[in-house]
């Protein structure tokens, strides 16, 4: 919702924006994000897939200790109470009418301050000593790897192999899918200081001018782009090092991952034009802006649904049909299968695609406005996340299979487990 920027000025809104102002929207979707981490935690393990490992997270002090995901789980738990008292005192203040939250307009915004304070700081501060150090307190530990990760990826950094690099990755992609997120915070935060009087309850989609939240929007796949060049200057000097050897290739796969992401700004910048209501016959009319977006969206969500199922999870869908309609493993799959029904696959290969089809709905005639309403933002997103949460399963596998039974015969991202020297494992 755009206007004067004053939202005293502009009360009208949704029913839906007043059920759920915009950070709460956010807290909930990062909450969510946090009981799906938790989720994947648990059944990997169940499967036999040690996830720790994978991301060189420390292994548990004792066989009493709790287990990585009840840790998550007690985390999710601690969010979701604050959130959910909080949502009810609103709802029961505010009882969905203008003039009462705006008399209530900092709430939502306190809130989700709170929740992320909360997941910032070591919990053991805040509680007294007999419950810090009891069986019941939640661990600090994969708290402060997630933001030493964060810091380190801030800016494209990428650690070896031996340091977590697959926990960097992880982490870098799941921020991609939460990049309309972390447009959205910037949205709430940007609306606290500047807008009069609402706190950043009201959102002010226009706050920030035209630049704030494309740039937002666009740094997570800045990150993953800025990685995977890292990995290709690591495979050309481990040859200038070692020698050529055509066995471990020259990168150009990483070359193409980065062209993947790279992808995804002309959608971001496009889009942001077509906020901006370019005018006919000014640069290239609307109807041209349309097509250019069109174009760009199709061939990143394309690109990437053909790079979720062949190089993040190793299946031969898109593979010659050789090794595709290979006998020993079900069509289009893989021989090593954690998740044991094959239907599982294909059902999860068609859910993916579906859901990084999402802009398609801005070709119907009667949802043409889906994506621009409050309601349609917010239920976008938390397919996304969702649509994520999903990958991560078989994305673990397919790296657990990798460093357990040997790589996939285009391993592009992560090094061996077990090797010291990242830059002895190649594509």
């Not at 090092?241 to 496009?270: E, I």
């Not at 790589?407 to 992560?414: I, N």
Request: hydrophobic fraction near 45%; charge should be neutral; proline fraction near 6%.
């Amino acid at each position: 919702m755009e206007g004067n920027g004053d939202p005293i000025a502009e009360p009208k809104l949704d029913t839906f924006s007043l059920l759920l102002p915009l950070p709460y929207r956010v807290a909930i979707i990062i909450v969510f994000g946090v009981w799906a981490w938790g989720a994947n935690l648990q059944y990997l393990s169940l499967v036999g897939i040690d996830v720790s490992s994978l991301v060189r997270y420390p292994t548990r002090t004792s066989a009493t200790a709790p287990t990585h995901a009840l840790s998550t789980h007690r985390l999710a738990l601690l969010l979701t109470l604050p959130l959910s008292i909080s949502l009810l005192l609103f709802w029961s203040l505010t009882r969905l009418e203008v003039p009462l939250i705006l008399t209530h307009p900092y709430l939502p915004t306190l809130t989700l301050i709170l929740i992320l304070i909360l997941f910032c700081l070591p919990t053991a501060t805040l509680l007294p000593r007999s419950l810090a150090n009891s069986s019941y307190a939640l661990s600090h530990t994969g708290r402060y790897r997630t933001l030493a990760t964060l810091r380190r990826i801030a800016l494209g950094g990428l650690a070896h192999p031996a340091d977590g690099k697959f926990g960097d990755i992880l982490l870098a992609d799941a921020l991609t899918s939460y990049a309309k997120v972390l447009g959205d915070l910037a949205i709430v935060l940007c609306t606290l200081a500047f807008s009069r009087g609402a706190g950043g309850v009201l959102p002010n989609r226009g706050c920030g001018g035209a630049l704030l939240v494309p740039a937002v929007v666009a740094l997570p796949s800045a990150i993953r782009l800025r990685q995977c060049l890292i990995e290709f200057v690591r495979v050309r000097e481990a040859q200038r090092r070692h020698g050529w050897d055509a066995g471990r290739g020259w990168g150009g796969q990483h070359l193409a991952n980065a062209a993947k992401y790279a992808s995804a700004f002309p959608v971001v910048v496009l889009s942001a034009l077509q906020r901006e209501a370019v005018v006919e016959g000014r640069w290239i009319g609307e109807v041209g802006l349309f097509r250019l977006w069109l174009f760009s969206v199709f061939l990143n969500s394309f690109y990437s649904f053909y790079w979720d199922v062949a190089k993040d999870w190793d299946l031969t869908l898109f593979s010659p049909d050789l090794e595709r309609n290979d006998p020993e493993h079900p069509w289009g799959l893989r021989r090593v299968l954690y998740f044991r029904r094959p239907n599982l696959y294909y059902i999860v290969i068609g859910l993916d695609l579906v859901l990084r089809c999402t802009w398609s709905l801005k070709l119907s005639p009667h949802l043409v406005h889906f994506n621009d309403w409050e309601s349609g933002i917010f239920t976008i997103e938390l397919l996304e996340v969702f649509r994520r949460w999903v990958w991560v399963f078989f994305r673990v596998e397919a790296e657990w299979i990798r460093n357990n039974r040997g790589p996939a015969p285009d391993d592009v991202l992560l090094g061996e487990i077990h090797r010291k020297d990242d830059e002895d494992r190649i594509d």
